[in-house]
């Protein structure tokens, strides 16, 4: 369908003027577009502009001039003569579609035409000149549309300065071939150069279009792969204003860690994107690295060079060919149509086979060449006017490539196809030299008019020559895409100060980009000789000693070479590892005392008992140890229980002495026994739990201390109930259970539960030592000797004591009213509330210890020991202060209110009970 709306199009398309090309006539042609005007956007009648000076003028003549040395080459092409079918793009893709058209109508004939330059027929020149090849276009917009079309008809196309991406896809662009390396290559180019500096965290700005977006997309894939991570990505507009570039210049400021920006701009947007560092303030915090659109140019960094210092940029690497330079400076244009005559003589050249270069010269020195033409600040020109200093345009070196890339596959092709009886011999210059002797190297039947578009491909593919620039800048080849192998000057912008010279900005050579030979050989065998092959690949080569960065920007933030830094997170120091945000940045994470660094990200834990060393590199066996007297934590718990044990012993002491006072027989003499025997229990079980862990000490810990806290509250409790009883009866009936006797068997039952319930938990999961590792934060870990008991087991081996506790508190706040002469009630209410607090209070402590032994062990001996401390003080400090300081008091009697009630204490030393009631009613 494509290719009948081409012929369609073709039939009905009007004929060019003969000024619209330049034919030069051959045995085979060439054909060739380039921007030789600028678009007209005003206009769409008339497509072409202004005429361009350098990408057009230029890069036409570069053409010129290499066929002109192909044709006098006796080497290259011998005895066949290049021709050229030239037209003008006006830099408009529509419009280079359209002359394309030329090419593909003419290669739909099969006839060959010797017509010479002058155009007499237009019509029969473009429909009888097929071309065997297309040198061209310039602009990657214009190659795209005019490669589809060539596609279509197997015609080969050769660019000189196209660069897009896009034009790599040979499932599109089968055909297409260029010499100059696509933006994937100085994309490559520039992360090689952020990989060499140790950049791993950068920002990217690209200008909007093909050129840009494409050019950093490919930047930002070959990064991500490399491991470099993009902090701000930032796009410019087409046709931007000074608040975008402000903008932009915000963005990159939300990553100030990332001093690196890659630009694919252009070197007007460059320009003013610096501008907009040194409006903002910030002019030198950022390294530059600019595409081949900045390279070594001083529009971008004129007049504001500091903004730039330091900027890292890349060019195309070439030569000027001086060959050329000589020639176009030579031309002039013809001023007459006498002047074209190949007969005159005149030292310089004529230039009569450009019909554009007469516009030129008129742009060139503000002249005219007709009086018709002449305006107020315009002349007539004469062509001796004075040329300006003349600098080669920078793709003038790649337009000669690509036409003697065309030119060196026609010759490998005829050599091939033309000369078969020669070919048994290997070298090719051999075979063109038996060839030429033979007069059959020539256009033969097999390539006439022009060869198959796809076998010509196919040598252009394959073809491999030294670049008429040099050595040194490689040969000229094509990879498997077609496009040629990218090869890159690297510069850096700076203040340079020479001896005898005051100091000046100017762009300093680094390195560069491209192929490099590397070499390898098969496995040394003494007796045969190593088999060395060669193979190329793409390397950067980069002096970092010649790089010089701003001193005061670097400061603390460079690495030992002087290198600023631009990275998200520096280096986690030893035994810590990275915690990820994302690949390139990350916080340190110290590992666990008891783990060891597996990966940077990865922490591996010790087996139990093992511990990792300084270096967090190896796991090492932990010793463990006791508990000692001498720790810190154990001198308070002893502290108190020594003090507790004298105390108790006091009062025992006291107790016996005056056991006969009434109101030591009035508190139920047999149950203080008791208590104060639990007191001493409570104060001995310290000492016990505090030595090295044993099977007895072990058993103290899971049972003794239950069964001591018991026998205390199992007493208390007995007391409180017993009172309660007495003085909340109504009198109807005579009490029970309340002689000394029955309390002691009520308590002793009590007492039993516990260690009952002791007893089968023993037998059930005997007592056993275990090692306890404790790993405390900040702190080496450490291994300690302890029972094989959980706390939490402990706890519950207490509950039946805390109902004891609160039962006990319950009755004490009952009997809280009694008579004011019975105030034993009082002092165990004192007690139990008291009781209740500490236990409350060791509760968080004992739990938030974070399960470490000597705080837990200890806060329990604490406790224990503070228990029996509160019950010695407020239940038998008052009788001790009573009996020892005023044993006036040791009998008193008091009455009931509503009710006459007395209550006698009895002096009878027979008497077995403490207390004997009588009840009198008024």
């Not at 050229?84 to 793009?89: E, G, H, V």
């Not at 310039?138 to 897009?164: C, D, G, H, R």
């Not at 997309?217 to 990505?233: N, R, S, Y």
């Not at 990879?479 to 850096?492: A, I, L, P």
């Amino acid at each position: 369908m494509v290719l009948w709306l081409v012929v369609a199009y073709i039939v009905g398309y009007d004929r060019v003027s003969c000024k619209e090309l330049i034919h030069i006539p051959g045995d085979i042609t060439l054909g060739a577009l380039f921007p030789m005007h600028q678009q007209n956007v005003s206009n769409k009648e008339h497509p072409c502009g202004d005429i361009k000076q350098e990408k057009g003028i230029q890069r036409l003549e570069a053409m010129l001039y290499a066929l002109d040395e192909i044709n006098r080459s006796e080497n290259l092409l011998p005895n066949i003569r290049l021709g050229a079918l030239i037209l003008d793009t006006c830099s408009n893709p529509s419009y280079a579609l359209e002359q394309a058209m030329q090419f593909v109508k003419a290669h739909m004939t099969s006839s060959r035409t010797n017509s010479s330059e002058s155009c007499a027929d237009p019509d029969d020149l473009l429909g009888k000149i097929p071309v065997a090849g297309v040198i061209g276009a310039s602009f990657s917009e214009v190659s795209i549309m005019v490669a589809n079309i060539l596609k279509l008809f197997q015609i080969p196309q050769i660019s000189y300065a196209s660069t897009s991406l896009e034009l790599s896809d040979k499932s599109r662009f089968e055909y297409f071939s260029r010499v100059v390396p696509p933006d994937n290559y100085q994309a490559q180019t520039m992360v090689e150069i952020v990989k060499l500096l140790g950049w791993t965290y950068v920002s990217t700005v690209a200008a909007e279009g093909d050129y840009g977006e494409k050019g950093i997309a490919h930047f930002t894939k070959l990064a991500t792969e490399e491991g470099v991570c993009i902090a701000v990505a930032s796009k410019i507009s087409r046709n931007p204003s000074r608040k975008e570039f402000d903008s932009v210049v915000m963005q990159l400021m939300e990553k100030p860690k990332a001093k690196a920006v890659v630009l694919f701009v252009d070197e007007d947007k460059t320009r003013r994107l610096l501008q907009a560092t040194s409006r903002m303030g910030v002019a030198g915090h950022f390294f530059w690295i600019g595409s081949d659109s900045w390279g070594a140019k001083v529009h971008p960094v004129k007049q504001q060079e500091w903004t730039a210092e330091g900027a890292i940029t890349i060019l195309p690497k070439r030569k000027s060919i001086r060959g050329f330079d000589e020639y176009f400076t030579n031309l002039v244009p013809p001023m007459s149509a006498e002047d074209c005559n190949p007969k005159k003589d005149t030292k310089r050249k004529i230039n009569c086979r450009n019909p554009w270069f007469r516009e030129f010269w008129s742009k060139q020195h503000n002249c005219v060449f007709e009086k018709s033409e002449m305006g107020i600040n315009s002349s007539l020109c004469t062509g001796k006017e004075r040329k300006e200093i003349f600098q080669q345009e920078g793709l003038v070196p790649f337009a000669i490539d690509a036409v003697y890339a065309m030119a060196h596959s026609l010759h490998n092709l005829v050599l091939r196809e033309c000369c078969t009886n020669h070919t048994h011999l290997k070298d090719n210059k051999l075979v063109l030299k038996s060839c030429l002797e033979a007069g059959e190297f020539r256009i033969c039947k097999s390539i006439s008019p022009v060869p198959s578009g796809k076998l010509l491909l196919q040598h252009i593919r394959n073809v491999s020559f030294t670049s008429v620039q040099g050595r040194e800048i490689g040969d000229v080849k094509f990879n498997k895409d077609g496009d040629g192998f990218g090869r890159y000057s690297v510069y850096q912008y700076q203040l340079v100060s020479r001896p005898n010279q005051p100091k000046h900005w100017d762009y300093v050579w680094l390195g560069e980009f491209g192929e490099v030979s590397n070499y390898y050989w098969n496995q040394l065998n003494t007796q045969e000789a190593p088999n060395i092959r060669s193979f190329l690949t793409q390397e950067l080569y980069f002096e970092v000693k010649r790089s010089r960065w701003n001193q005061v920007k670097t400061d603390n933030h460079s690495d030992n070479s002087g290198v600023p830094l631009s990275v998200c997170s520096k280096p986690c120091p030893i035994g810590t590892i990275k915690n990820y945000e994302n690949p390139c940045c990350w916080s340190c994470v110290s590992c666990r005392e008891d783990s060891v660094v597996m990966r940077e990200d990865l922490c591996y834990k010790c087996p139990s008992g093992y511990v990792s060393d300084l270096l967090k590199s190896s796991c090492v066996k932990l010793d463990a140890f006791n508990i000692t007297w001498k720790n810190p934590w154990v001198f308070l718990p002893l502290l108190i229980s020594t003090v507790g044990l004298i105390l108790t012993l006091e009062v025992m002491i006291v107790f016996f002495i005056y056991r006969k006072t009434t109101v030591i027989m009035a508190s139920g003499r047999e149950l203080c026994y008791v208590l104060l025997f639990g007191l001493l229990i409570s104060y001995t079980v310290p000492f016990i739990l505090l030595l090295q862990p044993s099977p007895f000490s072990c058993a103290i810990l899971r049972g003794g201390l239950g069964i001591c806290l018991n026998i205390c509250y199992s007493a208390i409790f007995t007391k409180t109930s017993r009172i309660s009883r007495i003085f909340n009866h109504n009198g109807r009936s005579q009490l029970k259970w309340i002689s000394p006797t029955s309390q002691l068997c009520i308590c002793l039952g009590l007492i039993l539960l516990q260690v009952v319930g002791v007893v089968v938990w023993i037998i059930i999961e005997p007592s056993q030592q275990e090692i306890s590792y404790i790993y405390v934060p900040g702190q080496n870990p450490s291994a300690l000797q302890t029972c094989g008991v959980t706390f939490v087991s402990i706890i519950v081996s207490l509950l039946y004591n805390i109902v004891l506790v609160l039962l006990c508190t319950v009755y004490a706040f009952k009997t809280r009213k009694i008579p004011e002469n019975f105030n034993e009630a009082k002092y165990i209410g004192f007690t139990m509330y008291s009781t209740c607090i500490v236990w409350l209070a060791f509760i968080p402590i004992f739990f938030g210890a974070n399960h470490d032994y000597q705080v837990q062990i200890s806060s329990l001996c604490m406790c224990v020991s503070l228990s029996a401390s509160v019950t010695l003080c407020l239940l038998f400090g008052p009788k001790i202060y009573i009996v020892v300081l005023h044993p006036e008091k040791c009998a008193r009697t008091y009455s009931l209110k509503k009710t006459r009630r007395t209550l006698r204490f009895s002096k009878s030393l027979e008497s077995e009970r403490s207390i004997a009631s009588d009840f009198h009613t008024s």
